[in-house]
């Protein structure tokens, strides 16, 4: 039996890099990108594009979309974030894709930070934050900041009409603050930062579950103290646990 194949949309950016040392030498990765990635088959292409990616999902089982416009104006966010993530999605439907892993962003809800206790929290005033605060969860409404947590809630109501209607399975994941240097630069990333480790291996986590979890969201944080983003539901559903923690760097 030929092993499953699976593609990362946006693979050398920096999360998909980390997915790819992850997962590169236990599973069979190709590459849907706009550069050549040395060591990986590649198909060269914008996700604005829609016929120009549909090569790329040909027998592929899951996609793992990393693909997006984190700043820009309007028109770039709605090319890249609103077009990209649709045509995408369709893709993956019209080529048989079982599931779907699709990186949203903490930024759906990061609104909440401007009321207390997250404000307290996301400002490093920790002396302020009430014992046994309730964390912000998958079913805390939605408070998004900027256009890009705008087209980050727009992902995850398309990934919900996609897996009512067809036969996808899509798993939308709210990524923290992960770093190039792998650790906060700033007194707000503490609370959200998630390791690249931790990323990678919830990834994994989610092409790994059960085949008839069709939809659900899931955040991505390392296991930091003063975390206000709920990750008991992934370790409910997917038996994950973070690893790292902010406290421990450099231990």
């Known amino acids: 039996m030929s092993r499953k194949k699976f593609l990362i949309a946006g693979m050398s950016g920096l999360i998909g890099s980390a997915v790819r040392r992850q997962l590169k030498g236990r599973f069979e990765l ?4 706009r550069r050549d990635i040395p060591g990986i088959p590649c198909h060269r292409a914008s996700v604005t594009d829609l016929e120009a990616i549909l090569p790329a999902f040909q027998d592929i089982h899951t996609v793992v979309h990393l693909a997006a416009s984190i700043k820009g104006d309007w028109d770039e966010i709605l090319q890249n ?6 045509n995408v999605f369709e893709a993956a439907r019209r080529s048989g ?15 909440w930070e401007k009321a207390p206790p997250y404000r307290d929290i996301s400002q490093g005033q920790y002396k302020n934050v009430p014992d046994g605060f309730l964390k912000v969860t998958h079913e805390t409404p939605i408070r998004p900041v900027q256009l890009y947590g705008c087209s980050k809630v727009w992902g995850e109501g398309l990934a919900r009409h996609f897996t009512d209607t067809t036969d996808l399975s899509i798993l939308c994941l709210r990524i923290g603050a992960v770093l190039s240097a792998d650790r906060p630069s700033q007194p707000r990333h503490e609370p959200v930062w998630c390791s690249q480790r931790d990323i990678a291996r919830l990834v994994e986590a989610c092409i790994g579950s059960p085949e008839d979890l069709k939809f659900d969201i899931f955040y991505a944080v390392s296991n930091n103290k ?15 646990e973070p690893l790292d923690s902010v406290e421990n760097l450099g231990k």
């Not at 974030?81 to 649709?86: K, L």
């Not at 894709?97 to 609104?111: C, F, L, N, P, Q």
């Not at 975390?227 to 994950?240: Q, W």
């Open 30 to 33: 190709s590459a849907l990108n």
């Open 81 to 86: 974030n609103v077009i990209g993530t649709y």
């Open 97 to 111: 894709v079982k599931r779907i892993v699709y990186a949203s962003s903490g930024s759906v809800i990061a609104g």
């Open 226 to 240: 003063w975390s206000y983003r709920d990750m008991f539901h992934a370790k409910d559903v997917l038996g994950y």
